[in-house]
């Protein structure tokens, strides 16, 4: 099956319908906080926070801050990232705190380094995902945020919970399916912005695009022949050496666009930890082929960068997505105008809890992957929208930006 990475459709905008929202339980206790770099001291963006003991999870904003929530009290977070020391800090209810962050100091002898076969690593790993991963199916609840910006201006915003249903990673991609739980969506009004970048399948595409159980995206027999693996330096992620392996096409033509990218691999374990691929824009045409669904005829669009980060858990026993992002960079003019405007698309969703009961999702539920979340969503209305909800906290930008775009509405 070919599959493109991330699907976009370039349309004028339009107007938006209400969707029915679902309760959920209520999450009374909570904690906030920045996660900076203990060196620098800069904040630290994606930073995975957990509470120990539960599913309850979320990622830190661009400004570092996070706020979690839990449906019992809870005295501690976790933090993890690539790189970094795992820190488990003590909090204490609605207090702010700042959580520091060590470099991983660590590193493996030269010899241990060097050693191996890139590739053979790859194999190995791919056979273990039967073993490494969940065997049992999951009901995940999931934070999905889409946005665009316009040079440095957001013009579209747009959040929903989600319901996402995984099959066994022993099985194919077929089954998995995603339902909105509760979703917003925010537009600028401005008549100059009338170019819109809208996502087919929203959060449906972060369970199509799970590059660990959908092989046909890079780890299908067919697929792995098209690149050259070689070793990078190791690093750390929650603790657990990695093998680090850089890839990138074999050198030659190729029908269509491919990816340069890095795999983390668990040294002991043999499970994918972290996925990164960037697609090869230097052919425009077979770029624009791999991600575009359809954009008005005079719209000149050049594609600057296309990249995905996947990030796995491990439990103990099992790993399985956590989070996941993509990045849409391009500029786009339409013909006979002198300048272009460059856009930035950014998808985020972040796997906030496993639900007990392993319920599919009913086919009148789906949100498929030629649905438009923005089309389903309600407006920003309610301020209290998420007070539910583990969310993606907005950073400071983003916050303005919803600010300004009710101002305008």
């Not at 199509?208 to 995206?217: E, Q």
């Not at 029908?255 to 374990?269: F, M, N, P, Q, V």
Request: aromatic share 10%.
């Amino acid at each position: 099956m070919r599959l493109r990475v991330m699907i976009f459709c370039l349309v004028l905008l339009r107007c938006f319908q209400l969707h029915a929202q679902n309760d959920t339980l209520r999450l009374a206790f909570s904690a906030q906080g920045v996660v900076v770099d203990a060196e620098s001291g800069r904040a630290i963006e994606s930073a995975l926070v957990k509470v120990p003991g539960t599913n309850n999870s979320t990622v830190t904003n661009a400004d570092g801050r996070f706020v979690i929530k839990s449906g019992s009290p809870f005295s501690a977070v976790e933090v993890s990232l690539l790189g970094y020391e795992t820190s488990n800090s003590e909090v204490s209810g609605d207090k702010p705190v700042r959580i520091r962050l060590w470099p991983h100091s660590y590193l493996l002898e030269e010899a241990t380094i060097v050693s191996g076969d890139p590739l053979e690593i790859v194999l190995a790993a791919i056979n273990k995902i039967p073993e490494n991963y969940s065997p049992a199916p999951e009901l995940l609840e999931c934070f999905y945020r889409e946005t665009l910006k316009k040079r440095t201006r957001y013009t579209y915003i747009s959040e929903a919970v989600a319901r996402m249903y995984k099959t066994s990673y022993r099985e194919g991609i077929s089954g998995d399916r995603t339902a909105l739980e509760k979703s917003r969506v925010l537009l600028s009004q401005r008549r100059s912005d009338t170019l819109s970048v809208k996502v087919q399948g929203g959060p449906a595409q972060a369970a199509l695009l799970d590059i660990v159980k959908n092989p046909d995206l890079l780890f299908g027999p067919e697929t792995l022949v098209q690149y050259t693996f070689e070793m990078g330096m190791p690093t750390y992620i929650d603790g657990r050496l990695q093998f680090v392996i850089n890839f990138k096409p074999v050198p030659g033509p190729s029908e269509s666009a491919l990816y340069y990218g890095t795999l983390y691999i668990d040294r002991e374990k043999l499970y994918f930890t972290r996925i990164e691929m960037s697609l090869d824009v230097s052919d425009r045409g077979k770029a624009v082929r791999k991600i575009v669904v359809r954009k008005p005829l005079s719209l000149r669009l050049v594609p600057k960068e296309m990249s995905i980060v996947a990030n796995y858990s491990h439990d103990g026993n099992y790993a399985r997505l956590s989070y996941f992002r993509s990045t849409f960079r391009f500029n786009c003019d339409w013909k006979k105008r002198l300048f272009s405007t460059s856009y930035v698309a950014i998808n985020e969703l972040v796997v906030t809890d496993i639900r007990p009961d392993a319920i599919p999702i009913k086919r009148s539920e789906m949100f498929r992957t030629g649905d438009i979340l923005s089309d389903k969503a309600a407006e920003f209305t309610d301020p209290d929208f998420w007070v539910d909800y583990n969310i993606i906290e907005p950073s400071q930008s983003l916050e303005h930006a919803v600010n300004r775009l009710r101002k305008g509405r």
